[in-house]
């Protein structure tokens, strides 16, 4: 079974530049989510997704963040515009939504980036 | 509000065991996990417990929780170097969808 796939791997802008980090999720996966880990923390969430409708944004700072889900299938993340604090890498996981309360996320690889 | 914390390094030789701490402070805490992230790689789900557990065992995993003290701790016995990685625990809240909040990790350190 195919794992979460992220592109890309690694991203270095400069400030007020746009970046856009994509996501495919395991297949048959309905819920997808979007986290941010700054170095030396967890991650925390940024947007979660079940099919294409978003559950849960609180925690997107939506004067710069967008994410979409359009098929209910890849995602896309976007800043614009980039602050130096956005440095990170940016998680995407996937779960199924059915299973019981227990949703296992399963995470990719990430994008690292670097906003200088 | 929902904090969770780790200490932040842990040292041993290998072959020791080694416990990781964690305490969180939301009481309708459904479950409780472990994820373990590698270098360069994403998380990778260790282990879980219920709420409603106070231990599991899994091969060399063992979890232990303490709900009234809000602990919970990972235990890794015969510890090896392929162990060295950095630990997340994690909770999800009752009605949150399934969101988890993470610590911010602890460093295993595992020498030869």
């Known amino acids: 079974e195919a794992g979460v796939a992220q592109s890309p791997r690694y991203k270095i802008i400069e400030k007020r530049q746009s970046v856009a980090f994509w996501c495919n999720p395991i297949?048959?996966?309905?819920?997808l989510y979007w986290y941010q880990q700054i170095l030396g923390q967890g991650p925390k969430l940024l947007i979660q997704f079940q099919n294409n409708g978003v559950v849960d944004d609180s925690q997107l700072p939506k004067d710069r963040f967008s994410a979409e889900r359009l098929k209910g299938v890849d995602s896309t993340l976007k800043i614009q515009p980039a602050k130096l604090e956005d440095s990170a890498v940016y998680l995407c996981?996937?779960?199924?939504?059915?299973?019981?309360?227990?949703?296992?996320?399963?995470f990719g690889p990430g994008t690292r980036l670097t906003v200088l | 509000g929902e904090d969770v914390e780790q200490s932040l390094f842990l040292s041993v030789r290998e072959g020791d065991s080694s416990v990781i701490n964690c305490t969180y402070t939301?009481?309708?805490?459904?479950?409780l996990y472990w994820y373990k992230q590698e270098p360069g790689a994403g998380l990778q789900l260790l282990t879980y417990i219920f709420s409603n557990m106070d231990m599991k065992q899994d091969q060399r995993l063992t979890v232990l929780l303490n709900k009234k003290d809000k602990h919970l701790s990972l235990r890794i016995a015969d510890t090896q170097t392929g162990d060295s990685a950095i630990y997340f625990c994690?909770?999800?809240?009752?009605?949150?969808?399934?969101?988890?909040?993470f610590g911010k990790g602890t460093k295993l350190s595992v020498k030869p």
């Open positions: 994690a909770e999800s809240i009752e009605g949150s969808q399934g969101n988890l909040i």
């Open positions: 939301d009481s309708s805490s459904t479950y």
């Open positions: 297949s048959g996966h309905a819920t």
């Open positions: 996981a996937s779960s199924l939504i059915a299973g019981g309360p227990l949703r296992e996320q399963f």
